[in-house]
């Protein structure tokens, strides 16, 4: 394995050098040609045993030789003062390569090191005939000179056969009639050296194993890594052996205008003046032009390939001369071609779908988009092409939510996030965003919640400034639906980042955080940067009052953009516009727009029970009293009269209509007409929150809408003993928990049956906690604010700091018990 050169030694490289001296041990490569007579003579000059059998454990101050790639395995734990090359750690760089060749000129070096690949083997080659490429493997000197690196002679024959090849795969051996056996044993050598996806000769050695490789056999080889996406190896295959004809037609099947003008300067190149004629080469020379920026060019030569084609690539000249057509202006022609590439099977249609799509996007015929985006989304499914699946469903779920058509945009995103995960986490990222973004105008705040938290959990989300500028966007987007307007530009004035999609997104999110805030002078100078936006920028420019609603409305129905329409017809609300939102609102379930102040006068447009239910009536008992309904805040405060107030709560609570003489009795015993001052709250109720709330029947008063109170929360989670809920409702458990606090006297038979209700919801919650956790005490202590004489929550509390050792809390617990027993009994 060892040699010694008939020229002066190299010098081990600086790089190396450096990891060997702070070594104690080292492991030499397998490789052949990997500087072993170098690594030989350091570990010499530094009083080191050299040796081709494994060292024993813990010794130190060793090059070990290894024989074959398996002999490796004997070494199982090394330390970490051990150093394990390989020969890729051997290469050399130009400056080490320049030093070991004196005799040559500047130019010399450069060109042998380029042909060599830094291959150390090559050196002597290089040094007695100055050059080391393909031309130098010909000459009778350099097989002498590389005699020991070749493979012995029970290998040759195979390892002629496999020299074909650029790249080595067990497939590629397949095709060229090598046996398994063969390929291992060299590998196992160290004849080949390890490449991405397989093995490789260095070059120099190839050429010399194979001076004029058989055109059959480098089909056959080309072919095999065809199969395996290893094109630029079958390219390189083919060209080695001058195959032009494959070579032509695997580089119209593999090469795209957008790897760029050098790449595909690159293949072309090296392509004969002969065969520059085909009319694949015609297509590749489209390509390069497209590349360079020559669009017109790019179309002749597309066009004058095209008749002569056939299969994908007349699918792929077909759909690159449509993009070509496209940027030119040439609309019909490249929706012609677009049609003409997706009609075939496989990428090419893929492509060409996804294209038309994007096309007919822009030109607003959204029925034909989508129907070649489901096309692209099969094509790319039957080629087995799942990221570009995911961006072809991305796109769909995306064109479906720019239509407002939000139910039909969630499968498509749920199916590209599927695709996406687990190895795209940045796009998936992005879906959980769009989903977030679909979920929250139908009311599904919790799930969109949910998105935004699975989006921030995947890695990198938060960590790169775009991803996370989108992030924070689709927060304050959460934090609009919510009314939340301050919280919304907390987020967006987080958002730092250069993509000026992102700034324009931004923008007009701030624009309306502003608006919604009373501040229309902020919200104008935050519009401009969203200018970009179009039809969305106009609107909310419209909202502000700087420009009529009726053209934003008409572009919008025009454009399918359901939402904006929704939002430009409330804005404006005319009779006719209230009527037209509210179907479009029930047709496509946006039940969020039901809950903002601008819908609020489509209430009184609900005329039947499946209307009303779309209005319900939130009541909150529990602290501070308050009411919602249809995009109204209503607190005490804001009523009339208290005994008004009273009365809504009592009708919310009631689980049955209640008789008006009994109400009238009850909230107004000493009027001289107690059912005229009823009557009077009645209509001050529709006075507070615009729209008729009490229906009156047969003597009976009753809520016309439905009543989600906190109340009928607590007590259906408490009786499906639902401690998620629980918690919830309960939260921050710490606070005072107190029922009708702003209407004691008036509702005082509703406070109680709330106040036990709301003993027992605190009492089970408190169970539910982990014994020996804060949280366990907190909700103890919430139980006994809520109940200063429940002395069974004391007894818990008491037992729950000495089982922590806190006797100075338990005794001061003790005695504020019996106070508590006092008072119970006293």
Request: charged residues 25%; proline residues 7%.
């Amino acid at each position: 394995m060892n040699r010694v050169y008939t020229a002066a030694m190299l010098p081990v490289p600086r790089a190396l050098l450096e990891r060997l001296l702070i070594s104690r041990a080292v492991v030499a490569p397998v490789e052949r040609g990997a500087l072993h007579t170098e690594l030989t003579a350091w570990a010499h000059a530094q009083g080191w045993t050299v040796t081709t059998e494994l060292p024993e454990p813990g010794s130190h101050r060793w090059l070990w030789l290894p024989t074959s790639r398996r002999a490796l395995e004997q070494l199982c734990a090394a330390g970490p003062d051990v150093l394990i090359l390989d020969g890729a750690d051997t290469l050399l760089g130009p400056e080490d390569w320049a030093a070991a060749l004196p005799a040559l000129s500047p130019d010399q070096q450069r060109t042998t090191h380029r042909a060599a690949g830094g291959w150390p083997g090559a050196l002597p080659v290089a040094r007695a005939l100055g050059r080391a490429g393909p031309d130098a493997a010909r000459h009778p000197v350099t097989a002498v000179l590389l005699g020991d690196l070749l493979p012995p002679a029970p290998l040759r024959s195979a390892a002629t056969r496999l020299a074909v090849s650029t790249l080595i795969t067990p497939a590629v051996a397949d095709a060229l009639d090598v046996p398994p056996e063969s390929l291992d044993a060299l590998s196992d050598g160290g004849w080949l050296w390890p490449a991405p996806s397989g093995w490789a000769y260095p070059a120099l050695l190839r050429a010399v194993l194979c001076p004029l490789p058989e055109p059959a056999a480098a089909r056959r080889a080309a072919h095999a890594l065809h199969g395996a996406a290893h094109d630029d190896a079958a390219l390189d295959t083919l060209a080695g052996a001058e195959v032009w004809d494959t070579y032509v037609d695997l580089l119209a099947r593999s090469a795209r205008a957008g790897h760029g003008e050098a790449a595909l300067r690159a293949r072309w190149e090296p392509l004969p003046a002969r065969w520059r004629d085909e009319p694949a080469a015609r297509y590749l020379a489209g390509l390069l032009a497209r590349a360079a920026g020559d669009l017109r060019e790019a179309d002749r030569l597309y066009s004058l390939a095209l008749p002569e084609l056939s299969g994908p690539v007349h699918a792929q000249a077909s759909n690159a001369r449509g993009v070509v057509r496209a940027m030119r202006g040439d609309v019909d022609g490249a929706l012609t071609d677009f049609e003409a590439a997706g009609a075939a099977r496989g990428l090419a249609a893929g492509e060409a779908s996804q294209n038309r799509a994007t096309l007919l996007i822009q030109l607003g015929r959204h029925a034909e988009a989508q129907s070649s985006l489901n096309a692209a989304v099969s094509a790319f499914r039957s080629a087995g092409d799942r990221h570009r699946e995911a961006h072809s469903l991305e796109t769909l779920g995306t064109l479906h939510f720019g239509r407002g058509l939000l139910h039909e945009a969630l499968p498509a995103y749920r199916k590209a996030l599927d695709l996406f995960l687990p190895d795209q986490a940045s796009q998936a990222a992005l879906v959980h965003l769009n989903l977030a973004e679909s979920l929250a105008p139908l009311g599904e705040l919790a799930q969109a919640h949910a998105h935004l938290q699975e989006a921030a959990a995947l890695p990198g989300t938060l960590d790169d400034p775009r991803t996370a500028g989108w992030w924070r966007r689709a927060r304050a987007s959460l934090a609009l639906h919510a009314a939340d307007p301050a919280q919304a530009l907390t987020e967006l004035g987080q958002v730092d980042t250069g993509d000026r999609s992102l700034r324009a997104e931004t923008a007009l999110l701030t624009a309306r955080a502003w608006r919604e805030l009373g501040q229309p002078d902020a919200a104008r100078a935050a519009l401009a940067g969203a200018a970009s936006l179009g039809l969305r920028a106009d609107l909310e420019a419209a909202l502000l009052g700087d420009s009529p609603l009726d053209p934003v409305i008409e572009e919008a129905r025009a454009e399918e953009a359901r939402l904006e329409l929704v939002t430009g017809l409330l804005g404006r609300g005319r009779p006719d516009d209230l009527g037209e939102a509210f179907d479009v609102i029930r047709a496509h379930g946006y039940l969020a727009l039901l809950d903002t102040r601008a819908a609020s006068p489509l209430a009184g447009l609900a005329q039947d029970a499946e209307s009303r239910a779309l209005f319900p009536l939130r009541v909150q008992t529990l602290g501070p009293l308050r009411f919602t309904h249809a995009g109204r805040t209503v607190q005490l405060a804001d009523f009339p009269t208290r005994k008004s107030a009273a009365l809504l709560v009592a009708l919310a609570l009631a689980e049955h209509p209640q008789s008006r003489e009994v109400l009238a009795e009850r909230f107004w015993p000493g009027a001289k007409n107690p059912l005229a001052s009823l009557q009077t709250a009645v209509y001050h109720l529709r006075g507070v929150f615009g729209v008729s709330l009490v229906a009156s029947e047969r003597g009976l008063l009753s809520l016309q809408f439905p009543v989600h109170s906190d109340v009928s929360a607590l007590r259906r989670a408490l009786g499906e003993r639902d401690l998620d809920s629980l918690s919830a409702l309960l939260r921050p458990v710490t606070a005072p928990l107190s029922v009708l606090p702003d209407l004691p006297a008036e509702l005082g038979e509703e406070r109680q049956q709330a106040e036990r209700l709301l003993h027992d919801a605190l009492r089970l919650h408190a169970e539910a906690q982990p014994a020996g956790d804060l949280r366990r005490r907190d909700a103890l202590r919430a139980l006994i604010t809520a109940d200063p004489l429940d002395l069974e929550a004391r007894d818990d509390l008491i037992r729950w700091h000495e089982a922590r050792g806190e006797h100075n809390h338990a005794e001061q617990e003790r005695r504020q018990r019996e106070e508590a027993r006092r008072s119970l009994h006293g």
